[in-house]
């Protein structure tokens, strides 16, 4: 029995984040973070910082932020909102943009925060299931919803839509608000972003935390019409006027001031999952064609969840889901050469030693 005010809780399922181990010696490809360090301008810009303007309040619009934003992606001001990581951004953006009494809609795999949130926000939502290939099918977004929400890649399959099939579903959702979750994009995805100028209803949300390689500052952002990114703010300052503190601010602006290293680490990072995809076919894993910094995959004769402990025994983490129709799989994130061949290494006489290779 609970006390009367304890029935009163607003009481949720929290989302489970990946884990932090922290031994010397791991190798941790369980949360997609890079392997790589940010551009060399985000050290110059720490060692320069000051303590002593932390004192005031950052610029509430996050101004600096936003207006290199806005230049980096040819848009207005008005079109970009930042937030502490994707994370605060789509839970900024499901509070204000589904409250419908129609449920909104989303993959059945997929990123596991979006039903929390739903959850959280009392929003009605609908799993639609991918297909046998755990592919996303349009079709199945075309009926009536309370809005349309989808990550590009999706997470954890690592599936890639074409361009011409998130327009199919933004174009038969423009009576609803269409997230699309591109926090894998720079991965070898064609972004939405070009959409944003047709269709007032895409809210496009991107992060710095696994192209930019800075999970650890948090910091995320959405693009999309005037008037959305207006709602989102109206939604913001009511909630949390400083949410961008004053080092993401201006370590932000110096991660995107550097384009060659951006493009030289994902290039090196898409070069290594390719190597990674032949690798782990050669050793008897099943996958889809990752467009994403992880790879889902599967092996025929291996149970998931006994190889992701031998695995962490080893002090190489990887991420395992106990979930239905995807608890045979392990998503494993991109790491260096290095740290990829001693996986495979691994992997391989885990193998031999149970005769299936
Ligand atoms: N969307 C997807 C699909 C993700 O996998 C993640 C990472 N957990 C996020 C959003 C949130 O990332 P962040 O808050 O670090 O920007």
Redesign the pocket.
């Known amino acids: 029995m609970s006390n009367a005010w304890e029935q009163q809780v607003r009481r949720v399922v929290p989302y489970t984040p990946g884990e932090q181990p922290d031994f010397p010696d791991m190798i941790k490809l369980n949360?997609?973070e890079n392997p790589y360090p940010p551009a060399p301008g985000v050290q110059k810009a720490i060692q320069e910082m000051e303590a002593e303007p932390l004192r005031l309040y950052p610029a509430p619009g996050a101004d600096a932020l936003v207006d290199a934003l806005a230049e980096y992606h040819k848009v207005k001001k008005e079109q970009v909102f930042v937030g502490v990581?994707?994370?605060?951004v789509?839970a900024m953006a499901f509070l204000t943009f589904f409250n419908s009494e129609k449920p909104i809609l989303f993959p059945d795999i997929t990123?596991s925060?979006y039903d929390v949130w739903a959850d959280l926000f009392r929003i009605p939502f609908q799993r639609q299931p991918l297909d046998q290939e755990l592919s996303l099918r349009p079709e199945d977004y075309f009926g009536e919803n309370g809005g349309v929400v989808f990550?590009n890649p999706n997470?954890p399959t690592g599936l890639l839509l074409p361009l011409t099939a998130v327009e199919e579903i933004v174009s038969h959702n423009q009576d609803v608000v269409v997230i699309v979750?591109e926090?894998?994009i720079d991965f070898g995805g064609e972004s939405a972003l070009p959409l944003v100028s047709k269709y007032e209803n895409l809210l496009v949300v991107r992060?710095f935390?696994k192209s930019r390689s800075m999970?650890g500052l948090?910091i995320?952002y959405a693009i999309g019409s005037e008037k959305l990114i207006k709602y989102l703010n109206d939604a913001k300052y009511s909630f949390n006027s400083y949410t961008m503190n004053r080092p993401s601010l201006e370590l932000g602006t110096a991660a995107l001031a550097d384009e060659s290293y951006f493009c030289e680490m994902t290039e090196k990072i898409i070069a290594t999952r390719e190597r990674a995809k032949k690798e782990l076919a050669e050793l008897g894993f099943c996958f889809g064609d990752s467009k994403a910094n992880f790879i889902f995959a599967m092996h025929p004769k291996v149970n998931a969840e006994e190889l992701f402990l031998a695995l962490k025994e080893k002090h190489i983490f990887v991420r395992y889901f106990k979930k239905p129709r995807i608890d045979q799989y392990l998503r494993i994130t991109i790491g260096t050469d290095e740290q990829m061949d001693q996986l495979f290494a691994f992997l391989k006489e885990y193998l031999q030693k149970r005769g299936v290779l």
């Open positions: 949360t997609n990581g994707s994370d605060d789509l990123y925060f990550p997470a979750d926090a894998y992060t935390s999970a948090r995320g």
